[in-house]
């Protein structure tokens, strides 16, 4: 038996059966093309997730004032999150490596010289730079000296610097926030914008006590970042804080919560947009069309056998042994299922590169998703070409040629 | 060169046996046209198929070239087939997609060596049949007697020691199954040994030598001292009307 003019014959069969061919083939294509843009969706979708949870910070549990569950913002109205929140989580939970308070406010009109605009106040204490990590790239940041004598300083994010100064070092240079003069002290790093479009750099940060006393006006906190020196630490920490700040605050669920901790774990779930769940099922679903289709052209596959029973009686009459037989079968199917994955391939990965324009699904393509989907198709092809191929090759050519 | 020894044929349904074949024993030597005849029913397509080495015989040896195939498994037997046998058949079997030149090529596929020169040979062996300019047509363009003249060229293209042919005019008007059985005359008087299976006196008479089945035995076997001349015939018949 001669494989390469064996399967030139099942190639031959092929081509002079198109349509056939075509719907034997078009199962395999649809399911390898559904297949491997879900996995290019999940891949983008852990990418994406892996990119926020690395920004937010594993070691980090942020304290929100104001409930809510997931990735809430700090709620303006609620009162409740004070100083001494922030001086309690210090004294008794263990293993943190800095404990900062930040109070914020947004849309406080700023001004200096001619040139004003709107921005971001950012009250902070002195750690606020090392929890951030974000230093200044001019100047100095806000020191503990600057929170204990209520100095009127500030610290200015690049784009309000430049919204400001233009293109001058505003250094030593009174800036009005409200009506309250501050002296800039420095410039922070510039941020790139965040993923959801917000322009960080569009900020003053001004020593926590100047903040609250002078440009609020108040005793209440937005927010307390903690940093774990462990991120392993920081379920257990971020369980001991809400204990904490519930005994604080004196609630007892099911009463509602004035306050929201997150940590990396709500921020990888609010970034996945997509549930896992979700994902998964559809995964499953394109296999399972993938494992159809096989059952599909298996089907059309033993319609074509019996078709030419007369053709392999002659085959066989003429002197191809039962496995020439088979082994052409079995080629056929191999090849349709080839060819399914090769043009279903080439369809997911155009749809893939395309459906960013489309959606706001992020999407990661890799080369994963199409060598499983053709090591698929070639299980499926063998599983699915062999009984129509021993169905071929037992034919009894006496019969098949009467 | 065919030698047939006691061939039995019994089929098993159920609990009831037929015997097709008792007891059939000839001898065919290289050379010879020989015509097998017989009415339905007498075991002729049986004797077909174990002389065409598709199917065994119950009891008994059939050596072909010195070989007994009865002790030949599944694959010795289609090697076997594919070396000594060319088969034609009453309904032609082309591959209905494949063009004439494709057809008459099939049976290298399944041979040992593939020749290099294998389409030369398959143009050949179809201008052979007189249709030199019907190669890349397909057997839907072609007539009944063209498509049993690309079967003789398909039988033929691996040089076989037996030509077997089942009914071969069965289902051709007379000019063509004539023109057919001339194409026998002349492979016979170059040599080749011809098996021709049929049920028609008329057609039987073009071979030399007329063995008659009946009840599962060879009931006569008698030589032709003066065969018909299929193109004598096809001289002697009015001229074709064409179309």
């Known amino acids: ?402 | 060169m065919i030698e047939l020894e006691g061939i039995e044929k019994t089929y098993v349904a159920g609990s009831v046996e037929t015997r097709v074949l008792k007891d059939i024993s000839v001898r065919i030597e290289a050379g010879e046209f020989v015509a097998i005849m017989g009415a339905s029913g007498t075991g002729k397509s049986t004797l077909m198929n174990i002389l065409g080495c598709l199917d065994k015989p119950t009891a008994g040896h059939y050596r072909l070239d010195g070989t007994d195939m009865v002790s030949l498994d599944d694959d010795a037997l289609s090697h076997l087939r594919n070396n000594k046998i060319g088969f034609v058949f009453q309904k032609f079997h082309m591959l209905d997609r494949a063009t004439s030149l494709r057809n008459v090529m099939l049976p290298l596929i399944y041979a040992p060596e593939y020749p290099d020169d294998a389409g030369v040979r398959a143009e050949k062996a179809l201008a052979a049949v007189g249709l030199a300019d019907r190669m890349t047509y397909k057997p839907s363009q072609l007539s009944g007697g063209q498509q049993q003249r690309v079967a003789i060229a398909r039988a033929l293209i691996r040089n076989p020691s037996l030509l077997l042919a089942d009914e071969p005019t069965g289902n051709l008007d007379r000019r063509s199954g004539l023109e057919v059985l001339a194409i026998f005359q002349q492979l016979h008087r170059q040599g080749r040994t011809i098996l021709l299976v049929t049920h028609d006196e008329a057609v039987a008479r073009h071979a030399q030598r007329i063995l008659v089945l009946r009840d599962g035995t060879v009931a006569e076997d008698r030589p032709l001292a003066q065969p018909s001349d299929a193109l004598a015939e096809l001289g002697a018949m009015p001229p074709e009307v064409s179309q």
């Open chain 1, 1 to 402: 038996m001669n494989f390469s003019r064996i399967s030139a014959e099942a190639a031959w069969s092929l081509a002079a059966h198109k349509l056939r061919t075509f719907l034997m083939m078009i199962g395999t294509m649809v399911g390898v093309s559904a297949l491997t843009v879900i996995l290019a969706i999940e891949k983008g979708t852990q990418i994406e997730v892996a990119k926020r949870v690395e920004s937010f910070g594993t070691r980090l549990i942020k304290i929100n004032a104001g409930g809510g569950k997931g990735y809430t913002k700090p709620h303006p109205n609620i009162t409740t999150l004070r100083l001494e929140d922030a001086e309690a989580i210090r004294a008794s939970v263990a293993g943190w490596d800095i404990v900062t308070s930040v109070s914020q406010r947004n849309n406080m009109p700023a001004k200096a010289g001619s040139k004003q605009c709107t921005a971001s106040v950012y009250a902070v204490d002195a750690d606020w730079h090392e929890a951030m990590d974000w230093p200044v790239v001019e100047g100095d940041g806000i020191s503990d000296e600057d929170v204990v004598t209520l100095a009127r300083v500030c610290v200015l994010g690049a784009g309000l610097a430049k919204n400001l100064f233009d293109n001058e070092s505003p250094i030593g240079s009174d800036i009005y926030v409200g009506n309250v003069r501050l002296q800039v002290k420095g410039v922070l790093v510039r941020h790139d914008v965040s993923p959801g479009g917000e322009d960080e750099n569009i900020r003053a940060v001004v020593p926590l006590t100047t903040g609250l006393r002078r440009l609020y006006n108040q005793n209440h906190l937005s927010y307390i970042r903690v940093r774990m020196k462990d991120p392993r630490q920081v379920p257990a920490a971020a369980e001991a804080i809400r204990q904490l700040v519930h005994e604080r605050h004196h609630i007892v669920p099911p009463q509602e919560d004035d306050f929201s901790i997150v940590t990396a774990g709500e921020v990888a779930e609010v970034a996945r947009g997509i549930s896992l769940t979700l994902t998964r099922l559809l995964i499953t679903l394109a296999g399972l069309a993938l494992l159809v289709s096989g059952a599909v052209m298996m089907n059309i596959l033993l319609l074509s056998v019996s078709q030419r029973s007369q053709e392999i009686g002659l085959r066989r009459a003429i002197g191809a042994t039962h496995r020439a037989i088979f082994a052409q079968v079995l080629c056929e199917s191999l090849t349709v299922t080839l060819l399914g994955t090769a043009v279903g391939s080439l369809l997911g990965w155009t749809v893939s590169t395309l459906l960013p324009n489309w959606t706001k699904l992020k999407i990661a393509v890799s080369w994963e998703p199409f060598a499983l989907a053709a090591a698929c198709a070639l299980v499926i092809g063998v599983l699915f070409g062999v009984l129509p191929a021993r169905r071929a090759a037992r034919l009894n050519p006496v019969e098949a040629l009467r």
